[in-house]
Structure formats: structure tokens, C-alpha cells
């Protein structure tokens, strides 16, 4: 197999058991919009590394950061409209990345390789920085997999039973704006959320637990990876859409199947 | 102001002078309450009163604007909320989520918990497949768990059906004794709740009334009282028709000859 093959493979693997994890909770707690407002801003991040010659990675991470702590003030002041004004700065962040990427001199800038994605384009040191991420999101997830479940069940009851919700809200955010750092190399910024999204709900009528459902959510993002880039191999395809697309596929053959459990 | 309560009972949790104002619209007003142990406080009034939020601010969910709040520390709490309402999305049997804040999963500690209220039928059932009545007794049950020093219900007998909102209360009542827990209660179902309530607030904003009811059958001569309070089942009223907002003020009006047990 190509190198270039097994990088792609490399740090997909890392992105989807990341975003298995995470997925989940984005669906339980009905905050797909999070994910879509944190990708989208992430093209404001890459203008940002461009425009000043720094690390693109950083800047994706800090805009994302910031973006993911403006998310989290926002939700707990619920005057604010959160839907709209999260609406409001995902789009704001994605136009302006959009138009600062076009005044850059000097710099030919592919798009669409931000928008959709480069798996194939992705290097070792992408590699080493994708999987160092995952373990932290890997060993946080662990750690705070019960106080979140508890109070992404009934936030309210979570915290008179003695959880921090705010605090284990703020490290789920941020865990997901590190994910959108890293993902963003493989789906690009207008899918990242249904590499979110697809595999956990695809999961759901395999799961009779909460665990069961992240775990299947993973093995669905594998899966869908996989017969993504053989698609995209095959027929060549953009590697990005063509994974989210198997992931689809694979979530419409799971509503065949009778729900387990619930 | 709830003062004459048995000095042999514990203060649980205490409001003083507690405000509140969302903008202009005035949400509580000058609202103080002390919660005993091994007694029942049961808040009552019309739809947007301020009930509910009473009761988040005891729990320290809200904050107020104005007085204080005091639990005793170390209070260990348990909680029914009002609205509760699980994705589907989300596989969850009810045993998993009576126990779910618990360091370590014990099993046993959740069925004693669910034995107790009478959901142990129930146990691997999704959540989200319970009735009103069933989905009640197992908030319930997870309140329990932690063998709580103050119960917090926040309308336990809402979806429940007639027949089972008098076991429900007994229910709530008789573990009482076992536990010696406190309880503070939002209920419309007035005519329920009345005989096992130490005491009733009546908040409308600001605290109408209060009284110390005694036990219809420790008390006959309550029963008058108790008969007065009849119209009390306006309370349910609002309940079973809470889209008519022709109701002002305070829902039991005791007669000023009648307050025999009303302070302040």
C-alpha cells in the first residue's frame, strides 16, 4: 500500500475514534449546532496561521478554543438566544476565513481542501499530533464519562447530586474544539459535524447502553472511513464527502434493522 | 416567620427575605421559609408563582438577587425535578439511571432503592418506555439513593392517575418515618397532600399564607380545617386546566376566624 495511503489511514482512525466518543454526547445533549459553529470557525483559524506565518494547527486550536468558551458562556445565559447567536458566529467565522484566505499575496491557497478536507495530503507530524490528541480525548472521556452522562441525562439533577456541571461541560467543549482541530484535516470544516453525528446515531439501534453506543459509534466511523477512501480510491473521489457519504449509507442499511433497547 | 415547629427537629435549609426579579416582572418577593427534618413543607399557588423557582433556589440551581440561602452543610439532597424528559437517542435502562451518580455502580443499593418505592419490576426497562405514574416513582427511587437528609419534589404527582397519587403520597409519607428525611414539596393535589403535611405555604410571589395543618387522623378537630381548605381543590383546578389564567392571588384563602394555626 502507498505511504501516503497509510498516513490517511493513520490519522482517520485517530479522528473517528475521537469523534465516536464525542459524537455520542453531541446527540444526547442536542448540540449538533455546536458542532457545526466550532468547524465552521475553525477556516477563521487557518486564515489566521496563514495570514501571520505560524503554525496553522495552533491557530485552528486557539480559534477554536475561544469559540468553544464563547459557546459555553453563551449556553449558560440563555437571554443571549443561543441558537441564533451561535448561528451567528459559526457563519461570521467561516466568511471571513473564507474572504481573509483570498487577500493573502503570495499564498495559493486550496479552498476546498479546508471546506472538504485533504486526508491524503496529511503528513507524519499530522500524524503524531492527531493521535496525541486522541489519547487525551481518550483518557478525559474516561474520566469524566459519568458526571457527563449524568448530566447530559437532567443537567439540574446532575448538579444537586454533586456533579460540576459547568466545569465537565467546559472540558467536553474543549475536548470537541481539539477534535475539530485535527478533524478538519480529514472531512473539512462544512462535514466535521456528520463525522459527529452519523456514526453515533447510526450506532443507536445496535446499543442497549450509553458505552455500547459510543463503542459502536467507533467501529461505524471506522467502517465508514474505510469504504470511504476505497471509494475514493476506486473512483476518484474526494476522500472526505465519499467517508461521510459510506457513513450515511451505513446509518439509512441500520434503520432497516429493529431498535435494541429503547 | 415559620417559627413553633418542635425544637427536637432539625433545620434543614432555611430562605431569608429571598428576591428575585426577571427585567421588570417581579418573580419573588420578600420570601423566607424553614425546612425541618422529619416534616413535610408543601408549597401551593397558581401557575407561575414562583414555586419551582423557590425550590431551585433552596438547591442553589438559582441564585436570588435579594436574602439568603442556607443549607446545613454537608446536607445530603435528593431531588425530583419538574420536567424531566430523555432523548431517544439515548439507551438507558432505569436501573442505570437510578444509580447513575453513584463513584461505583451497586447494584444492590439500586434495587433496595427501587424495592422501596415499588419499581423493581421496572428496573431493565428503557427509561424512556415508563408512564407518567412509573417515571415518577423511579425519580423517586434515584432520590432516594443517596439516603437523603431533605427530599425536593418538585410536583411528584404529575402524569400519575388518581388511585395512584394517594399511594404515591402515602408512599412519600410513610418513608418518612423510615428515614426521617425532610421534605419540601410543590403539589397542586391539596387534598392529598393536606393530611401529611406539616406545614402549607402559599406563594403568590410573596408568601400569602402559611399554616401548620396538623394530621387529620391524629387531630379530628382539623378536620374542619381540613373541610375548609375543600376549595383547595381549586389548586387542582389549575392543575387539570392550566391554560385558564382566571385565577389571582392566593388559592386558599383561609377565613382570618379560621387561621388557627397561621403565623405571621
Not at chain 2, 388518581?162 to 403520597?169: E, I, K, M, N, R
Request: glycine letters at 8%.
Amino acid at each position: 500500500m502507498d505511504d501516503f495511503i497509510i498516513r490517511a489511514l493513520l490519522a482517520g482512525l485517530a479522528v473517528v475514534l475521537m469523534s465516536g466518543l464525542l459524537g455520542v454526547f453531541l446527540l444526547w445533549r442536542r448540540m449538533a449546532y455546536f458542532g457545526d459553529t466550532l468547524s465552521h470557525s475553525a477556516l477563521l483559524g487557518v486564515a489566521l496561521g496563514l495570514v501571520t506565518g505560524m503554525s496553522l494547527n495552533l491557530w485552528v486550536i486557539a480559534v477554536c478554543v475561544v469559540v468553544a468558551l464563547l459557546m459555553l458562556y453563551v449556553q449558560h445565559n440563555p437571554a443571549l438566544g443561543s441558537d441564533t447567536l451561535l448561528s451567528i458566529i459559526g457563519h461570521s467565522a467561516l466568511a471571513l476565513g473564507t474572504v481573509a484566505l483570498t487577500f493573502l499575496p503570495n499564498v495559493r491557497v486550496d479552498l476546498m481542501a479546508y471546506l472538504f478536507g485533504d486526508i491524503l495530503a496529511v503528513t507524519h507530524s499530522d500524524i503524531v499530533l492527531t493521535w496525541s490528541l486522541a489519547l487525551v480525548v481518550v483518557g478525559v472521556m474516561v474520566w469524566i464519562w459519568r458526571p457527563l452522562l449524568s448530566l447530559s441525562v437532567h443537567a439540574e439533577l446532575a448538579q444537586v447530586e454533586g456533579v460540576k456541571v459547568w466545569r465537565i461541560s467546559a472540558a467536553y467543549m474543549l475536548l470537541i474544539a481539539l477534535m475539530v482541530a485535527v478533524a478538519m484535516k480529514v472531512v473539512g470544516v462544512l462535514l466535521l459535524t456528520a463525522l459527529l453525528i452519523i456514526p453515533a446515531a447510526t450506532a443507536r439501534r445496535l446499543a442497549r447502553t450509553p458505552e455500547q453506543m459510543a463503542l459502536f459509534a467507533v467501529v461505524v466511523g471506522v467502517c465508514a472511513l474505510l469504504a470511504g477512501m476505497g471509494l475514493s480510491l476506486q473512483l476518484d473521489t474526494p476522500t472526505g464527502p465519499s467517508i461521510v457519504v459510506s457513513a450515511s449509507i451505513l446509518f439509512l442499511l441500520m434503520q432497516l434493522l429493529p431498535q435494541r433497547g429503547a | 416567620m415559620l417559627a413553633g415547629m418542635s425544637t427536637t427537629q432539625t433545620v434543614l435549609a432555611k430562605l431569608s427575605h429571598i428576591g428575585l426579579n426577571f427585567g421588570e416582572r417581579v418573580i419573588l418577593h420578600d420570601v423566607s421559609l424553614e425546612v425541618y427534618s422529619e416534616s413535610v413543607l408543601t408549597l401551593i399557588g397558581p401557575n407561575g408563582a414562583g414555586k419551582s423557582t423557590v425550590l431551585k433556589i433552596l438547591l442553589g440551581l438559582q441564585a436570588p438577587e435579594r436574602g439568603t440561602v442556607w443549607r446545613m452543610p454537608g446536607l445530603r439532597v435528593g431531588y425530583v425535578p419538574q420536567k424531566f424528559h430523555l432523548d431517544r437517542l439515548l439507551p438507558l435502562t432505569v436501573a442505570r439511571f437510578i444509580g447513575l451518580n453513584l463513584p461505583r455502580h451497586n447494584a444492590a443499593a439500586v434495587r433496595d432503592s427501587a424495592v422501596e418505592v415499588g419499581v423493581e419490576d421496572l428496573l431493565p426497562q428503557a427509561v424512556q418506555s415508563l408512564s407518567g405514574g412509573e417515571l415518577q416513582r423511579v425519580l423517586l427511587a434515584r432520590a432516594l439513593l443517596n439516603k437523603p437528609q431533605l427530599l425536593v419534589l418538585d410536583e411528584p404527582g404529575q402524569g400519575v392517575d388518581v388511585t395512584g397519587l394517594s399511594d404515591l403520597y402515602q408512599l412519600i409519607n410513610r418513608l418518612k418515618l423510615v428515614h426521617g428525611y425532610g421534605v419540601l414539596m410543590v403539589s397542586h393535589d391539596l387534598h392529598l397532600v393536606m393530611a401529611a403535611t406539616d406545614q402549607v405555604l402559599c406563594l403568590n410571589q410573596h408568601i400569602c399564607c402559611s399554616g401548620q395543618p396538623e394530621a387529620v387522623s391524629r387531630h379530628p378537630e382539623y378536620l374542619r380545617l381540613f373541610g375548609d381548605l375543600r376549595p383547595a381543590g381549586l389548586a387542582v383546578y389549575t392543575h387539570h386546566h392550566d391554560h385558564q389564567h382566571d385565577m389571582h392571588g392566593c388559592i386558599v384563602p383561609l377565613p382570618a376566624d379560621k387561621q388557627e394555626a397561621k403565623h405571621g
